[in-house]
């Protein structure tokens, strides 16, 4: 399975999806979870130093998941459409964050 976006920031991760399409769900992150979710406003930054990476299907490269991810120097994929639909918390296997640079499709798959 692959979901295509725009690289956030650079950067390879594997470790376990957690999909949240909602703040007050934030809670159940857990330390080296790969964050899936629609999108992060600042309700979101006291999860991003758990976070081994972060998947959002609306954002581009100023939006706040983005930002906050290059500022940790977390993997990331912004405008990742469906990513929240295709990936489910407790698949089993861990996900796999490729970035390879900003001039290139990124992707992860699981």
């Known amino acids: 399975m692959v979901v295509r976006g725009t690289p956030g920031c650079t950067g390879a991760y594997t470790g376990p999806a957690?999909?949240?399409?909602r703040l007050e769900d934030a809670r159940t992150i857990r330390r080296g979870d790969v964050l899936v979710t629609v999108s992060t406003d600042i309700g979101w930054s006291p999860y991003f130093p758990l976070l081994g990476?972060?998947?959002?299907?609306l954002g581009g490269l100023i939006s706040h998941g983005a930002v906050v991810a290059r500022e940790y120097g977390l993997p990331c994929v912004v405008g990742a459409v469906g990513a929240t639909a295709a990936f489910k918390t407790g698949m089993g296997d861990p996900l796999v964050f490729l970035f390879f640079s900003?001039?290139?499709s990124p992707f992860f798959c699981l």
Do not use: D, P
């Open 53 to 57: 990476g972060v998947a959002t299907e």
């Open 102 to 104: 900003y001039f290139f």
């Open 18 to 21: 957690r999909v949240v399409t």
